[in-house]
């Protein structure tokens, strides 16, 4: 027979309104299914006084506060940090939050940092806006520099941002020789691991000492959610970044980790087919007369593409184009504008095509591309569709 709802006696009688919030209603139990509950909670019950505890580090204390976490964001993390072949792995509710943590917690008053030029913006922001108010000493470096990065190390240096490859510029970085050097002058190494998906790129085999992702790229891979990571290569930074991350109250949504844990179970298929097609466009693209460079990791024509080719076990959908001198930024705004599949819209690493045009006219220690170069994201639409879409919005281009 099957089991039915069970009810079982109680020795207080109960009022409606109490049953409401105190019901003895038990479902059967050994459910089973492949995939994870969400579990929403802020309240998170003790079993008695005494276990009351207020601790960030439920691995080791057990279940204290939804803020740390439900059983649905541990096991994200858990599976996030299996991937990078880290040691722990916090969440965060984005990218930008993982950012902004990792250098809370790793940073004082005094110290300096290093970031490449071609590190995501609101990354570059955070260190101009509010690590400096905080009486950081920030300095930008090539993203290219190697080991040259020694010679602006200070005594104060303390982290080292490397992203690779780098935003919308596409430099792929020597992180093993920024590591050496880093290291040397105990500095930490910290990664921006998203466009790897945190699975083509083995950061910790190449000396980084903390890497973070955003999850709302691949690993969500649907552009309906936003959350973060940041993995550790050991258990005393995942102590330090634990207590900033407890104070500074960075919960994320157990339904956004659902749904971050469901992106998973298709992340090799859609980074496969996605890097198969965005490779292919972007060979076709750097055969038109229209471009002057194509910046694909896997394309000898991206900065850093030996570094891709050294560390890399794969490519993901997202590349930059620059188009000759001769256009105009009116022209380029009209590539985008004419494009018909290609979406315009920001955060990438969803199934639908997107296009960005970015114009570095005045930006100090970007390479010359000035209004000419456009970012795209390839989705998981056919690759001859969006070939032709390309072809017809450079046609147009040419005569705007
Ligand atoms: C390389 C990179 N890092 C971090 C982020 C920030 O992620 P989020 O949008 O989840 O805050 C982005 C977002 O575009 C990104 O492109």
């Not at 980074?271 to 910046?295: C, D, H, M, T, Y």
Request: aromatic fraction near 10%; proline fraction near 4%.
């Amino acid at each position: 027979m099957r089991p039915r709802l069970s009810f079982r006696l109680f020795p207080m009688k109960k009022n409606w309104k109490t049953k409401l919030i105190h019901s003895d209603a038990r479902v059967p139990e050994g459910f089973r299914s492949l995939s994870t509950p969400v579990y929403r909670a802020s309240t998170v019950l003790f079993s008695n006084a005494a276990a009351v505890s207020d601790d960030w580090n439920q691995y080791e204390v057990g279940y204290t506060y939804g803020l740390y976490g439900t059983p649905t964001a541990l096991e994200l993390a858990g599976r996030i940090c299996e991937l990078e072949n880290g040691v722990r792995t916090l969440l965060t509710p984005g990218g930008q939050a993982a950012i902004s943590l990792i250098n809370f917690t790793f940073l004082k008053t005094g110290d300096h940092i290093l970031i490449p030029q071609s590190i995501y913006g609101p990354n570059r922001n955070f260190a101009r806006a509010v690590l400096r108010r905080f009486g950081v000493e920030v300095s930008f470096y090539d993203p290219t520099i190697g080991a040259g990065i020694g010679e602006l190390m200070k005594e104060n240096t303390r982290l080292v941002w490397c992203e690779s490859p780098g935003s919308i510029t596409m430099e792929v970085q020597d992180v093993d020789a920024i590591a050496a050097v880093a290291h040397a002058r105990k500095a930490l190494v910290v990664l921006d691991n998203t466009w790897a998906a945190g699975v083509y790129l083995d950061a910790f085999a190449h000396g980084v000492d903390v890497t973070m992702q955003a999850l709302t790229k691949y690993v969500g891979g649907h552009s309906d959610l936003l959350l973060g990571s940041i993995t550790v290569k050991d258990e005393a930074l995942y102590r330090q970044l634990g207590a900033t991350h407890q104070l500074v109250g960075c919960a994320v949504s157990p339904d956004d980790c659902s749904l971050a844990l469901r992106g998973m179970k298709t992340l090799a298929v859609r980074i496969k087919a996605i890097g198969e097609s965005a490779l292919e466009l972007a060979k076709w693209l750097a055969e038109r007369p229209e471009v002057e460079i194509v910046l694909h990791p896997s394309l000898a024509s991206c900065p850093g593409h030996e570094f891709w080719k050294r560390d890399f076990t794969g490519a993901t959908g997202v590349f930059s184009i620059v188009f000759n001198k001769r256009f105009t930024k009116k022209q380029v705004e009209a590539f985008v504008d004419s494009l018909e599949l290609f979406e315009i819209g920001y955060s990438w690493a969803g199934v639908t095509s997107l296009a960005v045009a970015y114009d570095f006219g005045a930006a100090k220690g970007r390479p010359g591309y000035d209004h000419r170069i456009v970012r795209l994201n390839i989705g998981l639409e056919d690759v001859g569709d969006l070939r032709s879409d390309l072809e017809q919005a450079i046609e147009k281009m040419k005569s705007a």
